[in-house]
């Protein structure tokens, strides 16, 4: 799969904000917009359908459209359908945001939109543009909403405490055995903590589900549970946890695992940063909706659509990824559906 370092920042962000479709004439628009003002046309949703088409089908292969996702029979495509609906509704809401907030894109950036709907057009192809009824202009004109709404995201998380401290963030490896009685779970204590005890096996012998090596993050379990592990030293066991109508025992493996604790903390800053992002726009998208739904969205069809070789995102990343917005870290890395 083709990588994209900023692909998708906007559906992170929006803790999966989506994507997909297929296609029809450029004068077919759908019914809903922003105070009046129409949602994309069917040219720039079949430049995001089609992109996702070949990024699927790269890994998956065409089945992967009739699998089913749930116990009601819906199915991979149709899931991502409504996906890709509701990440262009988002991208219109974001950029109109972008725009009352007067964000613009500077002259160089204008420059590197031209470029990145030049090549998009030109690696689509004449046929395949004249089919999907997608022009510069078009692709322009969504570059330039999909840039804007990063913009949105970096203006509105500028002044978010981002801060995540060690304690905050800190894993450690344990094992855990959990028992459904207190007695039994006082005897198996019991049995740990005599001189010479064979933790595996009085656990084997004892414990109904033994979890060896799990990673622990705060937040995970109840607060007893939480303080009692936290506080072990490697090698470690603890006492008798009631947790859930459950009862655990602890032996520490590894009381601070630096890797996954710098991972962990990265995404607990990813997480601070979305709610900072939210609070402001939820408020904006609450005042701004995007009203009516057009029938034709039934009509569109994923696997049927028209397979290409450009790739959207991977466009904006070539030619607007390096003099823009701040890419920021690995967490803001995305995927549509995924």
Known sequence: MKNRNRALKIAAVLSAVLLTLGGCKAKDVFS???????????AETMAIVTTERLRYEEVYSEKVWQAAVDNRGTTFEAALLEQIHAFLREVKLMSAMAKQENLTLSGKEKEQVQHAAAEYRKELGDVLAEELSISEKEMEELYTDYWLSEKLVEKLTEDANLEVSDSEAKVITVSQLEISQREAAEELLAKLQEEGADFTAAAKEYAENIEANRQLCRGEMGKEYEEEAFSLSEGEISGVIEDSGKFYILKCVDDYDEAATK????????????????????????????????????????SKSPRVTADFFEIFEQFC??????????????????
């Open 321 to 338: 990824g390096d003099e823009g917005v701040s890419t920021g870290d690995s967490e803001w890395k995305g995927s549509i559906g995924g």
């Open 263 to 302: 991972l962990n903390k990265e995404k607990i800053a990813s997480e601070k940063k979305n709610e900072a992002f939210l609070r402001r726009y939820q408020s904006f998208k609450g005042e701004t909706p995007l009203t009516g739904e057009d029938p034709i969205w039934q009509e569109i069809s994923i």
């Open 32 to 42: 809903s917009g922003i105070k009046g003002e129409k949602e994309y046309k069917k």
